[in-house]
């Protein structure tokens, strides 16, 4: 019976996957950037109704930019679960942007791209940022630089945290965890070590009851820190998050 209910699901999801490819492609060009945004957003709530995930948003997420979001990395659903709490701006690894359909419902969504073994890839993406953070972006970024299971947060890499500093914009911590009905936590969203993006789905829409959790914390401004400090206040901050 769950199988059945998952094969109901996954129907479901790449419907809409689809729906919002051809969307970008054909509807997109004659939409104003803010109702972009909010189509992003309405899509990502709908694909967390097909995948019974219910999103659960604590603290105040920003009204407006310029902020960079910093986030810890669980999940391939992490995208997701986010832009359903607030719209935003991703930076994301190059490969993603050639994936069949994922890519172009990335670049529909406004992500910028980084080639991560590139030093000069990194100091054109920092510069990138700060152009958008001056803009009045809200950008969005996962400092560990790949995913864990959850159940504590990696050491952040601190390089893009440059492009805040550069323009004086706040960061504002983002606390993500995924429970279960019972409010323990799930490791069926994980996306990590040997798991397959198929596999960590098929888990998803096997189990019942998740909820994820997005928790915004106090942005903070730099206050004369260099990136590497930054950084570690920051993961100190959504750490304690995290165990609220």
């Known amino acids: 019976m769950r199988q059945l209910k998952a ?19 054909m509807v997109f060009p004659r939409l104003s950037q803010p109702e972009r945004d909010a189509e992003v957003q309405a899509w990502a709530h709908a ?78 993406v920092v510069h990138h940022m700060a152009e958008r953070l001056s803009l009045g972006e809200v950008l969005a970024v996962f ?36 429970a279960d009905a019972q409010g323990q936590q799930s490791f069926a969203p994980c996306y990590i070590g040997d798991d397959t993006l198929l596999g960590s789905l098929w888990r998803t829409l096997c189990s019942d009851g998740i909820q994820a959790v997005v928790t915004f914390g106090a942005p903070q401004t730099a206050e004369g820190r260099d990136r590497r400090a930054w950084a570690a206040a920051v993961r100190e901050d959504i750490i304690a998050l995290r165990q609220r």
């Open 7 to 25: 094969l109901w699901r996954i129907s479901r999801v790449l419907l809409h996957v689809l729906a919002g490819a051809w969307r970008i492609r």
């Open 47 to 124: 694909m967390l109704a097909r995948l019974a995930i219910k999103l659960v948003v604590n603290g105040t997420p920003p009204a407006g930019g310029p902020v960079l979001l910093a986030a810890n990395h669980i999940s391939w659903l992490d995208i997701v679960v986010i832009h359903a709490a607030r719209h935003c701006r991703f930076i994301s690894k190059a490969d993603i942007q050639h994936w069949p359909v994922v890519g172009t419902l990335a670049t529909g969504a406004g992500t910028l791209y980084i080639e991560r073994e590139s030093r000069r890839d990194a100091m054109r």
């Open 143 to 178: 400092p560990e630089g790949t995913t864990g299971d959850g159940t504590h947060v990696l050491p952040f890499h601190a390089n893009l945290l440059q492009a805040a500093i550069a323009v004086n914009a706040p960061i504002q911590p983002v606390a993500l965890q995924f």
